[in-house]
């Protein structure tokens, strides 16, 4: 069997894109008369050809393929890619889910190379299908991607459950049939896909969804070469190696511990101890020159001992947490001329905790020229203080999963859930701060629309401590780093330290420690 030609191995900043902005480029390239739609076509059938080689050589086994087909764009995408595996020698079959155009040249082109189409239709349309499934080891979406304008149902839903059952490995393409493209909400009479292969520039509904069910752990672009001037006004991208790798900051020789920054932690209570210790450990490792943890006196005398490295500031504590009068005072008292601040990282909802965190953003002139981030039970205090972000005059990053971002957002989780992309988005814009939405797939946004989607998703992050060990992270970025860059840093960092501890330890075996151990693999390969 023949090799096709591989796509150009360029590498840029991938763009995220609505439905309709797509739309727009596409139409945009059209008008400028240098592609058409023939072309566009032609292009990605040859990317999908490419990809689906490549899979095949990597899973092994038999070379079967089989592209379920519909009546538009998506599913003539799917006909070109099949004639081009035909004519290097793959066997594949076209199953016709939708009918096309009577007279269709895409078609007509697929059998004369010698493809077989089969159209599913009639009594037995379930058991050819079924039968069709049964005899393939990968199987091509290729019904609707995001034309699809009103909800799946019979016979298209049953040939999906068909589909489904056969436990074959599916690829869509573009998106999976059934999803919405801008918010990735998903038919529950869709297709769901183990592997997403985005046609041109990401669609943000299935980005930001990366690692549920209906979009599998895989996602591989399939890059036609749009024009960088046809998206440069788009301002969402991927977090990719590439980004991250041009965000990791210079460090001169000659330089000292003062130049790289000084961050100040405030965090830790007497029964969030480890929590204190992560962060601290992590802001550690984030390259920062300087860290100081300010904490209860019960969580110093666990700490400090194990982690040399710091300076501390011991906090006076009753029975309520700290003394928020004292803690207030040793903080703002004492000489440090901290670049970023972290707080709420196990500060616990203690009247002490909540009144030390009251204060300290009434303080206009603690903050002046400092970065906040703020984390865990930080989020859930200030949400309860009016027009709390105020003091930060934008100098802030926010960490919160959805159940914090609920809370901040006054509006309940599942609509969070529902639309993650607009709720990171407003709560950037409302606050005028860069948020960091966490998930399988964490969303970088900053006011104005800026958004960066980090599609790593790693179930071997979802226990306690993953989250301090980020926010301590982030900490020591911001303190010598822009906030938006920082985060997004920060966050491709902690996700490829933790497929390095994955790879090493598995998804089950990892802890948050484990995270802090791998970030040097991280940052020797971006690095590299």
Known sequence: MATLKPQNGMTKIQKVVTAAEMLATENQWFASGEMTLEQLMDRVGRRIADWVIDDL?????????????????????????????????????????????????????????????????????????????????????????????????????????????????IAAID??????????????????????LPVGLHKIGPAVRIGAPEYGTETALLDVDIPDELTRTIKREVNSFDLAKSL???????????????????????????????????????GVGLVTLATPISAYRNIAGNIPEATYIPLEEDENGVIPDSAFRQITERNFDADSVVFGVGASLSSGARDLIARLISDHQFWAGRTGVIDADGLTIVSEINEWWKVFEG????????????????????QVEADRRSAAETASDKFNCVTVLKGATTLIAAPGGRLRVNMMPNHGLARGGSGDVLAGLIGGLCAKSDPFDAASLGVYLHSLAAKSAREELTAYAMTAGDLITHLPDAFRALAS
Do not use: W
Not at 396 to 414: A, F, Q
């Open 248 to 286: 990791l900051p210079d460090r001169d020789a000659t330089s000292h511990k003062g130049d790289f920054g000084r961050t100040l932690l405030i965090c830790g209570s007497n029964t969030y101890v480890g929590a204190a210790a992560l962060a601290t450990r992590s802001c550690l490792r984030s």
């Open 175 to 196: 998106i999976p049939s059934g999803a919405n493209p801008d918010t990735g909400e998903f038919d529950p009479n869709g297709l769901p896909a183990d592997v997403c």
């Open 395 to 414: 100098n802030l990053v926010i960490t919160p999963h959805p159940g914090e971002m609920s809370r901040l957002l006054g509006v309940p989780i599942d």
């Open 57 to 169: 050589a990597a899973q092994g086994g038999d070379p079967n393929v089989l592209a379920l087909v519909g009546k538009g764009n998506n599913g003539g995408d799917a006909i070109v890619a099949a004639k081009m595996l035909r004519n290097a020698g793959f066997p594949i079959k076209l199953a016709i889910i939708l009918p096309r155009e009577r007279q269709d040249p895409l078609l007509e082109e697929f059998i004369a190379a010698g493809g077989e189409a089969i159209a599913i239709e009639g009594p037995d349309a379930e058991r050819t299908l079924a039968n069709l499934c049964n005899k393939s080891n990968l199987i091509l979406d290729g019904v609707f991607g995001f034309s699809i304008s009103r909800p799946i149902d019979k016979p298209i839903s049953t040939y999906f459950q068909i589909v489904k059952n056969s436990g074959k490995r």
